[in-house]
């Protein structure tokens, strides 16, 4: 990510914001689920406004031979990684005991 950036003296607020997005970091996906032919989720780092976030975006297309666009998404910032795994890893617990019991206790 870019820190510090001079711009041309009496540039102007638009020209600054045009050449700030050209600096735009691509995603990195570091999981792609396929739920449906036209659907899929990503698991992902982004940028947004000159922050670094980490989420699952889900992405959709009517049709095969389009190109995917947004849909729903939740991030949150990296700091909160630790808290976002172990509740997907309670979540995955309970999972598993509902299947081998059948009952809908919560582990807490």
């Known amino acids: 990510m ?7 003296k009496g540039a102007s607020k638009k020209e600054a914001e045009k050449f700030l997005s050209s600096l735009k970091e691509e995603p990195i996906i570091f999981k792609e689920i396929e739920i449906s ?20 975006q889900k992405f959709w297309r009517s049709d095969p031979t389009e190109d995917w666009q947004f849909g729903k ?3 949150f910032p990296e700091e909160s990684i630790d808290d ?16 081998d019991i059948g009952g809908k206790e919560c582990i807490q």
């Open 84 to 99: 976002i795994l172990e509740g997907f890893s309670a979540m995955k617990a309970y999972l598993d005991k509902e299947l």
């Open 2 to 8: 870019v820190e510090k950036v001079e711009l041309p």
């Open 37 to 56: 032919s036209n659907s899929i989720l990503r698991i992902q780092k982004t940028y947004f406004k000159g922050r670094e976030l980490l989420g699952i």
């Open 73 to 75: 998404a939740i991030t």
